[in-house]
């Protein structure tokens, strides 16, 4: 029964991510193309000429210190060195397949932890709803994808729930790591897992006192999730400057899981749940994105969901259902306006800049501005 359902979350993973599948440059949009690949293309090509991709005198400066460019993740590590071998074309689609891949990883991760407690059928439910929730498509985030993956396996018992935790502090999106940090309390012994992560952690606290990002406090007016777009984003997800962030969509797991909180059991997963929603209400100031704990809100309430139909016997009628309500959404990716619709590259960069997608300099290896995001360096920042 397990390996049929593997089989089902490999036909629905390509299913669900067949026009990307199809045709990568759909993905070659936003920061993807602008930032991720010509960087992750750069470190393959340090790595092949035997040099090491941690410092640079082109954009970041400071590469391996900044998780979210995940130098230290060995997938990211290997596939870019395979990439430095291809042509352009080649590798952002090796690039391409590599971040989707990592949602049915995750999915399988995830049917492997929640079949500790359900039957196979409700852990399928809940492979497919943790992976292919709204919030959790971030195709154009590779970080997320990486981390997001392995966060799926950090309940399991050790050692695997400390390979999982370390995989995903490598991964290095870890503002939805810091969020769902209260679901390590099923399984502390996950925690052991900051040994796999000293790699990146330590270049990070060397260089975060230099950064700008230790020297503000966050604005918890900025990023928030309205209220009213819980109740919005259940008919349909909306589009928006912030869509991504404020994505919210569980389908046939939120009835399923008030049903538990108000008539079974409330307990931790209900907490976590209202946690999320006031922690992306801006109640909790720990994040410059507060609506990021819509990640914790999600994954809550589809382990709650779980939990109400564990003893039912019809559940494959929820899972078709269930398949067809994240079907509905799937052509709401990439997100837009906050990504540009996919055109070609004459025409991207009429429309951008004549430096797009080169603007950080990785492709061409050129030095064209320091970088001065989120993560900058004091003395490079500016507003």
């Known amino acids: 029964m397990e390996k049929l359902s593997v089989f089902i979350l490999i036909c629905w993973h390509f299913a669900f991510f067949w026009r990307f599948y199809r045709n990568p440059n759909l993905m070659a949009t936003s920061e993807l193309l602008s930032n991720f690949f010509p960087q992750w293309l750069w470190a393959g090509r340090q790595w092949k000429s035997l040099n090491t991709p941690f410092r640079d005198r082109i954009y970041y ?45 995750g999915s399988v991760l995830a049917l492997h932890m929640l079949t500790q407690w359900f039957p196979v059928n409700v852990g399928l439910l809940g492979a497919i709803s943790l992976n292919y ?56 012994s996950a925690c052991w897992g900051a040994l796999i992560g000293l790699p990146q952690l330590i270049p990070f606290l060397w260089y975060w006192p230099r950064s700008i990002r230790s020297k503000r406090k966050p604005d918890s007016r ?19 400057v912030h869509y991504p962030e404020l994505a919210f ?34 109640l909790f100031v720990i994040d410059r994105i507060p609506s ?35 079907w509905k959404w799937r052509y709401q990716y990439p997100h837009f306006p906050f990504a540009q619709w996919w055109k070609r590259k004459v025409e991207l960069s009429i429309f951008t800049g004549k430096n797009w997608p080169n603007n950080t300099g990785y492709m061409k290896e050129e030095h064209h501005q320091d970088y001065f995001g989120g993560f900058a360096l004091v003395e490079n920042y500016h507003e």
């Open 222 to 240: 900025w990023g928030r999730m309205p209220w009213k777009r819980y109740f919005v984003n259940l008919r349909f997800p909306e589009n928006g």
């Open 61 to 105: 400066l400071f590469p391996a210190c900044i998780p979210f460019l995940s130098t230290f993740y060995p997938i990211s590590a290997l596939s870019s060195l395979l990439g430095a071998f291809l042509c352009e074309k080649r590798a952002f689609k090796l690039y391409s397949y590599m971040i989707l891949l990592h949602y049915l990883l």
């Open 249 to 282: 969509g569980v389908g046939i797991c939120l009835p399923l899981a008030l049903y538990h909180f108000c008539f079974q059991h409330f307990g931790g997963w209900a907490i976590f749940t209202i946690v999320g929603v006031l922690g992306a209400s801006g």
């Open 133 to 188: 929730n709204a919030y959790n498509i971030k195709i154009y985030t590779p970080c997320f994808a990486y981390t997001s993956c392995w966060i799926m396996g950090i309940l399991l018992p050790f050692p695997y729930g400390a390979l999982c935790f370390g995989m995903a502090i490598l991964g290095g999106y870890w503002p939805i790591l810091t969020v769902s940090l209260p679901v390590m309390l099923y399984n502390l």
């Open 292 to 326: 990021r704990f819509n990640y914790l809100t999600s994954f809550s309430l589809i382990m709650a969901s779980l939990f109400a139909i564990r003893g039912t016997i019809s559940v494959v009628p929820m899972i078709i259902l269930q398949c067809f309500l994240l």
